[in-house]
C-alpha cells in the first residue's frame, strides 16, 4: 500500500537559515502520526512544504504517490491543513466560508458534509455568524472545519487546539478520532505532549530540520521505562 | 472551473458586500469631478467641438473603470497576505492561470460597475451620444484587465500597506491623471505630447471616448492595438510570477 504521505531527503534554507537539513519519512495510510519538536524545529516548515506553501529546495515530497509539485493538484485535492495562525477571511460568515472553500476543491451543493461538520464541531449555531464576531476558539473550529470540507484522506492539523478550552479539545479530538478510525490519515503537531502520547501511533521528533527519532509511540516510551512523553521528548532532545 | 468560478465569486462578493464603499463612493468622487470642471470649464472650452462636461464624462468613467479594477485586485491579495487568510486559496488546487483569470474578471467586473455608474449619475448633465458601442465595451474590459492584473502585481509584491499606496499614489494615479481624462493632449505643448504617447492610459481613455464621440486625438485602432499589447505583456508577467508562486509561496 502506497504511504499516505512520503517524504525523502527535504532541504529547505531561508537564507542562512537551515529549516530542513534531509527530512525523510514515511506516513502510512490510516495512521494517527506526531510531528514534534521544540520552536523552529521545522515542524511547520514541513508541512508547509507538504501543503505546498513552501517549495523545498531539494527532495520529494507526495501525498498518496502523488508529488506536491509536479502533481500538485492530485496532492492538494488529497490533503486538507489546519494552519498553525488564527487567519479567517472578515467578509464572509461561517457556511458562506466553508462553501467557498467546498468551490475550491471543486465541491458544489456540499451543505450535507458541511452540516455534519458543523454539528460535529459544535457549530450549528454560529452558521450564519460573520467570522469577526466568532472568538478564539470558535474560530480555531470554522479552520478545522475548512480542513475537512472535501472530505480528504490525510489531514494536517498544525497545533489545532493552541488557546482552545478544554471543551472543544476533547470534541474536536473526538471527531478527529471518529475520522481517523474511518481512515484518515493525520498528522499532527502539538506543543501539548498528552495529546500526543493520547492520541498518536507514531511520532517524529525533529530538531534543528532534522528528524532525531522516529518510532511507535509504545516503543519511544518503553525506552525510557516510567518516564512520560515529555520527558522522552527532553531526554531524545538533549541526546 | 468550479475552483475558478468560486474563486471569481468570492472576488465579487468580497466588493459587493462593502458596495457603499466599493461603487458608490468612487461614483460620488466621479460627480464632483464634474461638478466642479464643468461648471468652471463648460462656458470656455470646447474639445473636438464637443462641449467640454460632455468631453469629460468618458474620460471620468474610464479613469475610475482602472483605478477601481487596480483597487480590487491590490487590495483583496494585500489584505489576504497581510492577515493570512491567503492560505485559503493557496492550499486548494486552483491552477495559476483560474487564479489570475478569477482576480482579473472580477477587477474588471468591479470597474465596469464603477463606470456604469458613473455613466448613469453623470448623463443627466449633457446630451450624451454613444457612437461606437463595442469600442467602448472592448476599451473598458481591456483596461479594466490591465489595471486588475498590475494590482495583482502590486498586490503581489507589497508586504504593507504604504508600500501599496505608494504603488497607486506614485504610478497609478499620475498614469490616469495625465492620460487626457481631462483635456485633449493636443491642447498640450509638443514636449508633453510626445511624452502622453509613451503613457499607455491615453490611449485607453483616447479609444475609450472614440466610442462616444467618434473623435479621437490617434486612430482608435492604434490605441486598440497599444492596450492589447500592454495588457497581454502584463498578464503574461502576472502569470510568470504566479507560476514562481513569487512572494506567496516561499
Not at chain 1, 471543486?106 to 456540499?110: A, E, L, T, V
Not at chain 2, 467618434?214 to 490617434?218: K, L, P, T
Given at each position: 500500500m502506497l504511504p499516505a504521505v512520503s517524504i525523502v531527503d527535504v532541504v529547505k534554507r531561508f537564507g542562512t537559515l537551515q529549516a530542513l537539513a534531509g527530512v525523510s519519512l514515511d506516513i502510512g495510510q490510516g495512521e494517527f502520526f506526531g510531528l514534534l519538536g521544540p520552536n523552529g524545529a521545522g515542524k511547520t516548515t514541513l508541512i508547509s512544504s507538504l501543503a505546498g506553501l513552501v517549495r523545498p529546495d531539494s527532495g520529494t515530497i507526495q501525498v498518496m504517490g502523488h508529488?506536491?509539485?509536479?502533481?500538485f493538484r492530485e496532492a492538494r485535492r488529497l490533503l486538507g491543513v489546519v494552519p498553525q495562525e488564527l487567519v479567517f477571511d472578515p467578509f464572509f460568515n461561517v457556511r458562506e466560508t466553508l462553501r467557498i472553500q467546498s468551490g475550491y476543491f471543486?465541491?458544489?451543493?456540499?451543505d450535507d458534509w458541511i452540516d455534519e461538520i458543523l454539528a460535529n464541531l459544535d457549530l450549528t449555531g454560529k452558521a450564519d455568524v460573520n467570522m469577526r464576531r466568532l472568538s478564539g476558539g470558535m474560530k480555531r473550529r470554522v479552520l478545522v472545519a475548512q480542513a475537512l470540507v472535501h472530505k480528504p484522506p490525510v489531514i494536517v492539523l498544525d497545533e489545532p487546539t493552541a488557546g482552545v478550552d478544554v471543551e472543544l479539545r476533547q470534541g474536536l479530538w473526538q471527531f478527529i478520532r471518529r475520522l481517523n478510525g474511518e481512515g484518515h490519515t493525520i498528522i499532527l503537531t502539538t506543543h501539548y505532549l498528552e495529546e500526543a502520547e493520547a492520541l498518536c501511533n507514531r511520532i517524529a521528533l525533529m530538531k534543528q530540520g532534522r528528524v532525531v527519532a522516529l518510532d511507535t509511540t509504545a516503543n519511544l516510551m518503553a525506552a525510557h521505562p516510567g518516564a512520560s512523553l515529555e520527558e522522552v521528548f527532553v531526554r531524545t532532545l538533549q541526546s | 472551473m468550479i475552483g475558478f468560478l468560486t474563486l471569481l465569486e468570492k472576488e465579487f462578493l468580497r466588493f459587493w458586500k462593502v458596495a457603499f464603499q466599493t461603487v458608490a463612493a468612487p461614483v460620488l468622487t466621479a460627480l464632483l469631478y464634474l461638478l466642479i470642471f464643468g461648471h468652471v470649464l463648460d462656458d470656455h472650452v470646447q474639445v473636438h467641438g464637443v462641449r467640454y462636461t460632455s468631453f469629460l464624462i468618458p474620460g471620468l468613467v474610464m479613469m475610475q473603470v482602472l483605478q477601481n479594477a487596480f483597487a480590487n485586485s491590490s487590495s483583496s491579495l494585500i489584505q489576504a497576505k497581510i492577515t493570512g487568510s491567503i492560505v485559503f486559496v493557496l492550499?486548494?488546487?486552483?491552477?495559476y492561470s483560474a487564479f489570475f483569470a478569477a482576480y482579473v474578471l472580477a477587477a474588471v467586473l468591479r470597474g465596469m460597475m464603477v463606470g456604469l455608474g458613473v455613466l448613469l449619475a453623470t448623463v443627466w448633465f449633457v446630451d450624451l451620444k454613444i457612437v461606437a458601442p463595442l469600442w467602448i465595451m472592448a476599451f473598458a474590459m481591456l483596461g479594466g484587465g490591465l489595471f486588475g492584473a498590475l494590482g495583482m502585481i502590486a498586490g503581489i509584491w507589497s508586504e504593507k500597506f504604504d508600500q501599496l499606496a505608494s504603488f497607486q499614489n506614485f504610478l497609478i494615479m499620475p498614469l490616469t491623471m495625465l492620460s487626457g481624462v481631462f483635456y485633449s493632449i493636443y491642447t498640450l505643448p509638443a514636449f508633453w505630447q510626445g511624452v502622453s504617447h509613451y503613457n499607455p492610459v491615453f490611449y485607453m481613455i483616447d479609444g475609450f471616448r472614440y466610442g462616444f464621440f467618434?473623435?479621437?486625438?490617434?486612430a482608435p485602432e492604434t490605441s486598440l492595438l497599444v492596450v492589447v499589447a500592454c495588457f497581454a505583456v502584463v498578464s503574461w508577467g502576472t502569470l510568470s510570477l504566479l507560476k514562481r508562486g513569487w512572494k506567496l509561496r516561499a
Open positions: 508529488d506536491v509539485i509536479r502533481d471543486g465541491i458544489r451543493k456540499n | 492550499l486548494p488546487p486552483i491552477p467618434g473623435v479621437s486625438d490617434v
